[in-house]
C-alpha cells in the first residue's frame, strides 16, 4: 500500500512505484549481460514514463553549477535555509513507518461487551463518577440546609434520583426542549409532558439544577489559587480517561476546537455559530466521531501543576499523547499545522496533514503568491518525509497544504476541471469532525440556560457521552439495528435511566396512598359493641381490630387509648390504685 493509498484514487496510467516495480520484473527476465539490460531499456515503451521522473532540474544537478541546481530543482523557504524538491522523491518506502497501525480500531476489552444503551452511557459516565458528584453535592445541601424553613425542600441527592435528573436532560433535548421554561415541561393542561410528572416535582428539578456540584466546596478556594479549573477537574478528567479506555480511535482522527457557554476566561472566534465562549481543543475519530481527548482552555493559569505552556504546538502535542506510536493521522488547521510539529509527530510514529499559514518561514514565496498563476493549479515541495503544496482555489487566492502521511504530487481525477491534489481531497474528508460533534450534541442537546460556567461543561459531557456511547454499542459484533437511529438510542437511554427512581417512589406513593384506598372500600356496617336492637352502622373502624364501630364507641375507645397511655401502672403497685385506673 503506497503511502497516498489511504484516499481512494483511480489513474489511467501505473503510479511511478509500479512502474518501476514493472521495470524490475522485466529486468529480471532478461539476460544479466550489462549491454543487453541497456538494450532493454532503450528498446522498451516505458521510455516517456521513465525520463517525466528525470526532470531537466535532476539533469542539472549532475552538472558542477550548484546555484543553477538550486534554482531549477528546489524551492527555498522564506528563511533562505529550508528546501522543497520539485520532484517527489522516489526510494519512498511503500508504507511510512508512522502510518503503521498497532492498535485496531473499535471497542477495548473493557467495552466490547456491551449490549444496551444503559450499559454503554455506565463505561463512560461510570458509578465513581456519579457518586462523586451525588458527595459533592450533598456537601453543598447541608451547608444551606439551614435557609429553608422545611427540611423536605433540601432533601439529600441520592445516585438514582441523580440518574432520573439526567434522564429528564436527555428527554428534554430529545424534545429540544432546552430554552423551555420548566414550568411548561410539567405543565397539566395538556402542553407538558407526563414523564416530567411522574418522575419528580419541578420545584425539585429545579433545586437539584441549582445545587449541583462536581467538587469539594469546602476546599474549592485554595485549589482555585493554582488551578483556574478547579470546579471541574476531578470530573473532567475521569470522564477523559473513561472515553479513552473504552476505545481506540481509527487510523484517522481530527484535532480542533469547540465552544461552550460563558466564562471568565472565554473566548472570541468569529467563525464559529457561537462566537464567545469556553474554547476546548477535542481529538475526534475522523469517521466515527468518537471523542477521544479533550482539554479545556483557561487562560494563563496561576504558577503551579497545571500551569502550562498554551501554544498551538504544544496543545497538539498534549492531546496527541495517548496515540504516539501508534500509526495514526491527525488532520489540523492553521492554527496548529507547523513543520516543527510535523518533524516532532514523526518520531512519534504519527503522520500529519493540514493546512499551513502562508507566513510560516519554512514556505516559500512561491507558495505565498498568486500572482502569474492560473486557477486549479498546483505547487508541490517535497523533503524526504514531508512534502507541501499551494493550490489556487481561484483568482487571487491559494491554499497551502502540509503532509507527512502523503509523499506524491498526484491529482485527484474525480475532482474533474479543478484538479484538486489527493492531499486536498483527504483534508476535505477528515477535517469536520469536531464540527460534527457539535453539530449532532446542539442537534439533542440536554444544556439549560445556566450562568455557571461548571454546568455548561457538565451539560456538554452529557452531550459527548451520548454520542460516544451510542458509538460503543454500535462498535460491537452484532449491534442493534434499532439504535442506528440516534433518537431511538437516547429514548432508550433516558427510560433507563428514569426507570429505578420512578419505581421507588411508585412505591412509596401506592404506600402513603394504601389508608386511604382502604377507607374507600369500607361499607356501612352495624357496630359490633352496640346491641343487634339498636342496629347502628357506620364506615368507622377500630384502629385495632378494624371492625365497624358507631360514633359514641369511637370516642369511648379513643378516651380509652388515651387513659391506658396515660396511666400505665408499673408492676407491683398497690391494688387499689390498679382499681381506680381500670374504673378510669
Known amino acids: 500500500m503506497a503511502s497516498c493509498s489511504r484516499s481512494v484514487r483511480s489513474f489511467p496510467r501505473l503510479t511511478y512505484d509500479e512502474e518501476m516495480e514493472r521495470l524490475r520484473k522485466l529486468l529480471e527476465e532478461v539476460s544479466s549481460d550489462e549491454e543487453t539490460i541497456e538494450e532493454e531499456i532503450e528498446d522498451s515503451d516505458n521510455e516517456d514514463v521513465f525520463s517525466e521522473h528525470q526532470s531537466e532540474s535532476e539533469e542539472e544537478c549532475r552538472s558542477s553549477d550548484d546555484e543553477v541546481c538550486e534554482q531549477t530543482s528546489f524551492f527555498v523557504g522564506k528563511d533562505k535555509t529550508t528546501k522543497w524538491q520539485k520532484e517527489p522523491f522516489r526510494n519512498q518506502k511503500r508504507i511510512p513507518v508512522q502510518n503503521i497501525i498497532k492498535k485496531l480500531p473499535g471497542n477495548t476489552q473493557f467495552s466490547k461487551h456491551v449490549t444496551s444503551p444503559i450499559d454503554a452511557w455506565r463505561l463512560i459516565f461510570d458509578d465513581s463518577i456519579i457518586e462523586m458528584i451525588v458527595k459533592c453535592t450533598n456537601t453543598y445541601v447541608e451547608s444551606i440546609s439551614g435557609n429553608f424553613k422545611r427540611e423536605r425542600d433540601a432533601k439529600p441527592l441520592v445516585k438514582e434520583e441523580f440518574c432520573a435528573f439526567v434522564g429528564l436532560l436527555y428527554i428534554a433535548g430529545l424534545h429540544k426542549s432546552s430554552h423551555v421554561n420548566v414550568r411548561d415541561l410539567w405543565a397539566t393542561d395538556g402542553t407538558g409532558l407526563d ?12 433545586f437539584i439544577l441549582r445545587v449541583l456540584k462536581f467538587d469539594d466546596i469546602k476546599t474549592r478556594n485554595d ?10 477537574r476531578n470530573l473532567f478528567e475521569h470522564f477523559i480517561r473513561n472515553c479513552q479506555k473504552s476505545y481506540h480511535v481509527g487510523e484517522y482522527v481530527t484535532l480542533d476546537e469547540s465552544f461552550r457557554g460563558r466564562c471568565s476566561f472565554r473566548q472570541y472566534m468569529p467563525k464559529k455559530p457561537a462566537r464567545y465562549g469556553l474554547k476546548i481543543f477535542a481529538l475526534v475519530d475522523s469517521r466515527t466521531f468518537y471523542t477521544y481527548n479533550m482539554e479545556i482552555y483557561a487562560g494563563q493559569q496561576p504558577d503551579g501543576p497545571y500551569k502550562t505552556d ?20 491527525v488532520t489540523t488547521d492553521n492554527w496548529y499545522t507547523s513543520y516543527e510539529l510535523a518533524e516532532f509527530l514523526q518520531k ?33 515541495g517535497f523533503q524526504k518525509n514531508i512534502m507541501i503544496l499551494s493550490y489556487m482555489t481561484k483568482r487571487n487566492n491559494c491554499v497551502n497544504l502540509l503532509s507527512t502521511m502523503h509523499d506524491d504530487n498526484h491529482i485527484d481525477e474525480s475532482t474533474g476541471d479543478l484538479k484538486k491534489p489527493e492531499v486536498i481531497t483527504f483534508y476535505n474528508m477528515t477535517k469536520g469532525a469536531v464540527d460534527v460533534v457539535d453539530e449532532m450534541g446542539g442537534s439533542y442537546s440536554v444544556a439549560r440556560i445556566s450562568n455557571r460556567w461548571p454546568m455548561v461543561i457538565f451539560f456538554s459531557l452529557l452531550n459527548i457521552t451520548g454520542i460516544n456511547s451510542r458509538i460503543l454499542l454500535l462498535s460491537t459484533k452484532t449491534p442493534p439495528e434499532k439504535f442506528r437511529n440516534r433518537r431511538h438510542f437516547l429514548k ?27 377507607k374507600q372500600k369500607l361499607s356501612y356496617r352495624r357496630c359490633y359493641l352496640c346491641p343487634r336492637e339498636k342496629d347502628k352502622k357506620s364506615k368507622t373502624t377500630c384502629l385495632k381490630c378494624e371492625k365497624n364501630i358507631c360514633r359514641e364507641h369511637s370516642v369511648i375507645e379513643a378516651v380509652t387509648s388515651i387513659i391506658q397511655s396515660v396511666f400505665t401502672l408499673p408492676p407491683g403497685c398497690s391494688p387499689s390504685l390498679r382499681r381506680l385506673a381500670e374504673d378510669l
Request: glycine share 2%; charged share 30%.
Open 195 to 206: 414523564i416530567f410528572r411522574k418522575t419528580m416535582n419541578y420545584k425539585r428539578f429545579l
Open 223 to 232: 485549589r482555585r489559587k493554582i488551578d483556574k479549573l478547579a470546579p471541574v
Open 310 to 329: 498554551n501554544s498551538s504546538c504544544e496543545i497538539a502535542k498534549r492531546l496527541l499523547v495517548p496515540l504516539y506510536n501508534s500509526g495514526r493521522n
Open 348 to 380: 512519534q510514529k504519527i503522520s500529519i496533514v493540514g493546512t499551513i499559514r502562508k507566513n510560516r518561514k519554512v514556505i516559500p514565496p512561491e507558495f505565498a503568491s498568486h500572482k502569474n498563476r492560473e486557477e486549479h493549479t498546483t505547487l508541490f
Open 492 to 518: 432508550d437511554l433516558a427510560f433507563s435511566l428514569l426507570e429505578p427512581h420512578m419505581k421507588s417512589r411508585q412505591k412509596q406513593q401506592e404506600f402513603l396512598d394504601e389508608p386511604q384506598a382502604k
